[in-house]
T-cell receptor, first 115, second 110 residues
Framework: GAGVSQTPSNKVTEKGKYVELRCDPI?????LYWYRQSLGQGPEFLIY????????DSGLPNDRFFAVRPEGSVSTLKIQRTERGDSAVYLC?????????????FGPGTRLLVL | QKEVEQDPGPLSVPEGAIVSLNCTYS??????FMWYRQYSRKGPELLMY????GNKEDGRFTAQVDKSSKYISLFIRDSQPSDSATYLC??????????FGQGTRLTINP
């Protein structure tokens, strides 16, 4: 079956601009996660959705970052007033449901470059 | 100090060698331990998953968890050039977010 898909695969923007990154989870998966991976580093957690609600947004670095999942499926990560330090690969993952011991399946990521 | 420490390498070994990859961690509440493989410009894919302490084997891969030492390992036997990738350890305590190591870049030379 289809895995997690993310669009766009690459995004180049200018400092100060607004960007939206989209994640399409595996069909039927109720849990969705966003991570950010800087060059040469492991992924770092940003936010976790269970259904439509953000169950844990403790990883969002500041109020320029926001994410939604209005219908419990597709999610959009929104970054306002982008900064050069936001350049990274943004990864989305989904799992069948939330809770302990659930395998997270990752998408290919969106590579964001802020000039 | 990071919660999960992993030597970034790079690590380069000849084809057929046994590879040992390791992570240490500081949070004794971690209970679920994973190894992900990440090819260049791809997302991480799950290789091995272990709950609590012990060993788990899957083909050429063996994962070990020693909670008393806060130390986990991944062994790759009969390594192949196709195993060349970045290997990420990850763990959590039952909460949903994964905490990753930095990743070890591995190259298997034919």
């Amino acid at each position: 079956g289809a895995g997690v898909s993310q669009t766009p695969s690459n995004k180049v923007t200018e400092k100060g601009k607004y960007v939206e990154l989209r994640c399409d989870p595996i069909s039927g998966h109720t849990a969705l996660y966003w991570y950010r991976q800087s060059l040469g580093q492991g992924p770092e957690f940003l936010i976790y959705f269970q259904g439509t609600g953000a169950a844990d947004d403790s990883g969002l670095p500041n109020d320029r970052f926001f994410a939604v999942r209005p219908e419990g499926s597709v999610s959009t990560l929104k970054i306002q007033r982008t900064e050069r330090g936001d350049s990274a690969v943004y990864l989305c993952a989904s799992s069948p449901r939330g809770g302990a011991g659930q395998t997270q399946y990752f998408g290919p990521g969106t590579r964001l470059l802020v000039l | 100090q990071k919660e999960v420490e992993q030597d970034p390498g790079p690590l380069s070994v000849p084809e057929g060698a046994i590879v040992s990859l390791n992570c240490t961690y500081s949070n004794s509440a971690f209970q679920y331990f994973m190894w992900y493989r990440q090819y260049s410009r791809k997302g991480p894919e799950l290789l091995m998953y272990t709950y609590s302490s012990g060993n788990k084997e899957d083909g050429r891969f063996t994962a070990q968890v020693d909670k008393s030492s806060k130390y986990i390992s991944l062994f790759i036997r009969d390594s192949q050039p196709s195993d060349s990738a970045t290997y990420l350890c990850a763990m959590n305590q039952g909460a949903q977010k994964l905490v990753f190591g930095q990743g070890t870049r591995l190259t298997i030379n034919p």
